[in-house]
Nanobody
Framework: QVQLVESGGGLVQAGGSLRLSCAAFGRTLSRYSMAWFRQAPGKEREFVAAISWSSGTTYYADSVKGRFTISRDNAKNPVFLQMNSLKPEDTAVYYC??????????????WGQGTQVTVSS
């Protein structure tokens, strides 16, 4: 059984930074593409960023381009999300997800339980 555990969330002032980590337990996810999603209160879960396991190509939502950076480490912590210049609208629960496909991701592999990020104005 694979478990993803996010960490690094917290309370930060607008303009500040946080670095989220996603640890994998149960197996190595070196051949899984990884992504971050977020869900704000009263809103649907939305895509934030992804990184391909095969090419290393990264993808970002327009709302976070230039501020967030997704990266990976193929050991125990398969994905990180560096968040800079945080805005109050970035407040949400952040989830990491894994998908074993090379392309056409649907993120039906593994999901973490989420970590809360709160940005105060």
């Amino acid at each position: 059984q694979v478990q993803l555990v996010e960490s690094g969330g917290g309370l930060v002032q607008a303009g500040g930074s946080l670095r989220l980590s996603c640890a994998a337990f149960g197996r190595t996810l070196s051949r899984y593409s990884m992504a971050w999603f977020r869900q704000a209160p009263g809103k649907e879960r939305e895509f934030v960023a992804a990184i391909s396991w095969s090419s290393g190509t990264t993808y970002y939502a327009d709302s976070v381009k230039g501020r967030f950076t997704i990266s990976r480490d193929n050991a125990k912590n398969p994905v990180f999300l560096q968040m800079n210049s945080l805005k109050p609208e970035d407040t949400a629960v952040y989830y990491c997800a894994a998908d074993s496909r090379r392309t056409g991701w649907v993120w039906d592999g593994y999901w973490g339980q989420g970590t809360q990020v709160t940005v105060s104005s």
